[in-house]
């Protein structure tokens, strides 16, 4: 639900204006011949209705219709015309030569007043969550023209130096956060190393993180939630939507099923990277080549990536009903040669293709006045193929798994009165996962030295089954006008085959106070589940006598709105988690894994944001944290890989003054501690007694050393040309645009001869990403 706050005044004046002009003027007179004008939107082409067309310096004028048309009979034609409508510039312009027909087009102009809309939140609960908007999440700085990858600017965030694009939130691991896209799951959030997101950037409408203490409804998982809406397809007509960026290049496809303005609309986009059309794996090598290694690696299939999303939206009766079908994929391939000289089973090729399918429904329903229903039903699929190295005879090692996943999850809300709301949902699970591995255990977070060649490589080739039955119900009583209570209850039934299965309630509740009209407080107090990942559970290979990893959140706030446009956020926190997964190589099967690890992460997040509005946005987010990991096994703790103590970002964009009005600029810096790693302190021979063998590393502590602090500055520029019928925007984003060279990691050589003298890793040091994107 919308309402305006307070109407532009200068907006209202220049209506009034413009209406009592109009008035004084007389109607035509008939003389002359009959002609027609049509008055269309600039960059669009749609038709402006009850736009006022005057003849030269006359006062004979008319409106236009429906269709933009204004018909004038028995008048002659005119040398210039002035065309006035309400939300658009004033256009005087010179006509051709005396014709019947003709086209003038009205630009739309941006009033930049007081004036502050205020839209209802989707999601009630406001502990630990943060919201950003569509314009928020498409101008942010640094993020290469993907609003997703605005979450590395928020309080709390930290984004996995492991290549993946996984996200650390709170001092959780990578793999422990929810993802849902319309309250479904997908496969993964980003491509390659997280460079672009998997969602086309066109139709997310916004984006809810819960960095802890989220509600029942999400489901089970010992870090964060990233929830993303996305937008419902125009239906006027037809819109099309060409965009080309530095590495990919996209079409979207959207309008009406049927009639103009009825009931059904739809989306079409597909998205696909380009470098591999570019570049030959020769041509690619050449361009990368790292002249330090005598026999560098080398790519053989440069990496490639595409995504499509399709989306049926039909409006109902006090309801709506949504199809989607959502995929990706992304695929790579190179020889390992230097980097494999200290781990033999390395050496080979490691190719690696994966992809993603969703396909389902969503169904909102208004059954009365006190009842609402959300049904989400769904397959989410899930296929792996990699191959890394050989064994001693020779073979490749390889993972070949495909995870079918059907889900339904029907919900209800029952508003008793209007300060008493019950929800109540069952989350139904079915998985068919046929595994075909010959690998050793994965690498873990608890890791000092993963060495692969070393680790005993097990061969599994068998169909999983899995169920999961999660009832929940959540309340949301408003106790007073200042206080109310949201309490929930999960609980979680969740079987695989081969002996594995788990049971357990978590319960989580949330206090909100409202110490002033603009200052609210909130308490949240949770407890949160999740189930061992993949190989740690399989019969044979791992240990399917494994418990769940447990976490409790707690959590104290307070949000204080400053004006309508400013707001402030700050939360205190403290995460404790239990019974992780700890690996112990030197047992079989399926002593091979325990739950014998701890963790704790504490901290402070703050979050000051300026609201997007008259073209302008900006926040500041900053977090002091600490997360560790204890091994009850070796009684060490250590930093988490997460860790980043100290942490600020600042955001911030506007328009150009003056008559550079309508370029857009925004910056993004950010600043903090330095990754968490483990030294290379010396080496030595495998075997003493023969010097051929293969040089083994000695470590320091753990995660005992730490880089530089980081700083990054960020640059964004954007335009937005229109012409008749269709409008074209050009961006670009220039990342780290002050060529900091950021440490993020040690190189000690292919066999640890540089352990005296290791050469710095740096994060990418100039990237100036562009992109064009046309709607028509």
């Not at 040398?79 to 010179?94: D, F, H, N």
């Not at 330095?674 to 083994?696: F, L, N, Q």
Request: glycine residues 8%; charged residues 25%.
């Amino acid at each position: 639900m919308k309402t305006i706050l307070n109407t532009s005044c200068a907006f209202m004046v220049y209506s009034i204006f413009g209406t009592l002009l109009l008035l004084l003027l007389p109607v035509q007179q008939a003389s002359g011949a009959d002609f027609t004008i049509k008055v269309l939107e600039k960059g669009s082409g749609v038709p402006i209705e009850g736009a006022s067309v005057v003849l030269d310096e006359s006062e004979i004028y008319e409106t236009s219709n429906e269709n933009g048309d204004v018909t004038f009979t028995g008048a002659d034609w005119p040398k210039k015309v002035k065309v006035l409508a309400a939300g658009y510039e004033v256009l005087i312009q010179e006509l051709p030569a005396e014709r019947d027909f003709t086209e003038v087009y009205l630009v739309p102009i941006i009033v930049e007043g007081e004036g502050l809309e205020v839209v209802a939140e989707r999601i009630i609960e406001k502990a630990s969550k943060l919201s950003l908007e569509k314009e928020e999440l498409l101008l942010a700085p640094g993020s290469g023209g993907d609003p997703l990858k605005t979450i590395f600017s928020l309080p709390g965030v930290v984004m996995a130096q492991d290549g993946t694009g996984g996200v650390y939130m709170r001092g959780s691991g990578a793999a422990d956060n929810i993802i849902w896209v319309d309250r479904v799951p997908i496969g993964y959030l980003y491509h390659w190393s997280g460079e672009q997101s998997t969602i086309h950037p066109a139709i997310i409408e916004d984006m809810n993180i819960f960095l802890g203490g989220y509600p029942v409804e999400y489901g089970d998982s010992l870090g964060g939630v990233i929830d993303v809406r996305l937008r419902t397809p125009e239906n006027d007509r037809m819109h099309y939507n060409l965009d080309i960026s530095t590495l990919a290049s996209s079409i979207l496809l959207e309008g009406p099923v049927g009639s103009a303005d009825g009931n059904g609309s739809f989306f079409l986009a597909g998205r696909r990277s380009y470098i591999d059309l570019l570049f030959s794996p020769t041509e690619f090598n050449d361009l990368f080549e790292d002249t330090d290694d005598e026999n560098p690696d080398q790519i053989t299939k440069v990496p490639e990536f595409y995504d499509y999303q399709g989306i049926y939206n039909h409006k109902l009766t006090e309801g709506n009903l949504e199809f989607y079908i959502f995929g990706a994929g992304d695929t790579m391939a190179m020889e390992l040669n230097d980097s494999a000289k200290s781990d033999p089973h390395l050496q080979g090729e490691l190719s690696s293709t994966i992809s993603y399918l969703t396909i389902g429904l969503n169904w909102k329903q208004k059954w009365s006045a006190n009842l609402d229903q959300t049904i989400a039903l769904a397959y989410a699929g899930i296929e792996e193929d990699v191959e890394l190295g050989r064994d001693d005879s020779g073979a490749p090692f390889f993972i070949k798994d495909e995870i079918n996943h059907y889900m339904l999850q029907p919900e209800w809300c029952w508003k008793l009165n209007n300060d008493h709301r019950i929800f109540t949902g069952l989350s139904l699970n079915y998985y068919d996962i046929p595994v075909d591995i010959y690998i050793s255990r994965a690498p873990t977070e608890d890791d000092i030295d993963f060495d692969f060649t070393s680790l005993e490589k097990r061969h599994f080739n068998e169909t999983l089954y899995g169920t999961g039955v999660a009832p929940y119900v959540k309340q949301r009583l408003q106790w007073t006008d200042r206080m109310a209570t949201i309490l929930g209850l999960r609980y979680s039934d969740v079987r695989v085959s081969g002996g594995f299965r788990s049971q357990d309630f978590s319960p989580r509740g949330t206090v909100e106070y409202a110490l002033t009209q603009d200052t609210l407080l909130t308490a949240t107090l949770g407890r949160y589940v999740q189930m061992p990942e993949g190989g740690v559970i399989l019969e044979n290979f791992g240990n399917p006598g494994m418990d769940i990893t447990k976490a409790e959140h707690r959590i104290l706030g307070i949000e204080h709105q400053l004006t309508p446009l400013y707001s402030i956020k700050t939360e205190v926190y403290h995460k404790e988690m239990t019974d992780l997964v700890i690996p112990l190589d030197q047992n079989d099967p399926p002593d091979n894994f325990a739950n014998e690890g701890e963790g704790e992460a504490w901290g402070l997040d703050v979050f000051f944001k300026r609201k997007q509005q008259d073209r302008k946005m900006g926040w500041m987010s900053f977090s002091y944290s600490k997360s560790e990991r204890t091994n009850n096994i070796t009684g060490i703790t250590r930093d988490f890989s997460g860790d980043r103590p100290f942490s600020l970002t600042l955001v911030w964009g506007q328009p150009f003054p003056g008559i550079g009005y309508k370029w857009l600029w925004s910056f993004r810096f950010t600043t903090h501690s330095g990754t968490p790693y483990t030294s290379v302190t010396g080496r030595h021979r495998e075997d003493p007694a023969d010097p051929t063998s293969r040089w083994i590393p000695e470590y320091g502590e753990h995660n005992g050393e730490r880089t530089s602090t980081y700083y990054k500055l960020d640059l964004r520029f954007d335009r937005e040309f229109m012409f008749n019928e269709w409008k074209m925007k050009f961006y670009i984003d220039l990342q780290n645009a002050t060529f900091q060279e950021n440490i993020i990691g040690y190189d000690y050589g292919p066999e640890y001869e540089d352990v005296n003298n290791p050469t710095p890793i740096t994060d990418m040091l100039f990237f100036p990403f562009f992109g064009v994107e046309s709607k028509f």
